[in-house]
Structure formats: structure tokens, C-alpha cells
Nanobody
Framework: VQLQASGGGLVQPGGSLRLSCAVS????????IGWFRQAPGKEREGVSC????????WYADSVKGRFTVSRDNGKNTVYLQMNSLKPEDTAVYYC??????????WGQGTQVTVSS
């Protein structure tokens, strides 16, 4: 099982980024995928989850209304659209399966930096 996260980068406050998590070794149809993040000096925290079977979602309060998680089961890929980014969103973002902490499988992480 492998999860490959990508799409991070440097963006100004108020900007947007879309992260992708390509999954191999199992299908999304019967699994949940989570996005987590870890800022320097802070604990890893859950950001969002999506069910591969019914598409139900969960968001941390800090990102509700700004982030949107989605999945493409045909491509075995999960996305995290991040809008209205704030400096406090700066962190390394990880995708993981299943959506719980600790998860069984983790991607390698992608850096998101929000700064002017």
C-alpha cells in the first residue's frame, strides 16, 4: 500500500492550493482517507476525512468553509482543495489511510507554506 501526496507549495495569504493523494495497493471504494498536518513544534492534527464508499466527509473546525475534500475512485485519488489560506495553515500535509490517528498507512507529506 502506498500513498503519494503532492501539490504543496508557497502561497500568499488568501490564496489557494489543491493537494492530491494518489493511492495504490487498495481501492478507495471500501476505505477512508484522511488529511493530517503538522506544523513546526506542534502535534499532528486531523484536517479532513472522506469515505471512499459514500463520499461522506469530516472537517476540523479550523478549516470548515475553506477546505473541500473530494475523491475520484476511478483514479484512486483523493484531493484537498484549500482556499482562503492563512499563515496558520502552514504545515506539512499528509494523507493517510484509514482516517484515524494513528493511521495504518501514511504518505510522505507535502509542505504548504502560507506567507507574504
Amino acid at each position: 500500500v502506498q500513498l503519494q501526496a503532492s501539490g504543496g507549495g508557497l502561497v500568499q495569504p488568501g490564496g489557494s492550493l489543491r493537494l492530491s493523494c494518489a493511492v495504490s495497493g487498495f481501492t478507495l471504494d471500501y476505505n477512508t482517507i484522511g488529511w493530517f498536518r503538522q506544523a513546526p513544534g506542534k502535534e499532528r492534527e486531523g484536517v479532513s476525512c472522506i469515505s471512499g464508499s459514500d463520499g461522506s466527509t469530516w472537517y476540523a473546525d479550523s478549516v470548515k468553509g475553506r477546505f473541500t475534500v473530494s475523491r475520484d475512485n476511478g483514479k484512486n485519488t483523493v484531493y484537498l482543495q484549500m482556499n482562503s489560506l492563512k499563515p496558520e495553515d502552514t504545515a506539512v500535509y499528509y494523507c493517510a489511510a484509514p482516517c484515524r490517528y494513528p493511521a495504518d498507512y501514511w504518505g510522505q507529506g507535502t509542505q504548504v507554506t502560507v506567507s507574504s
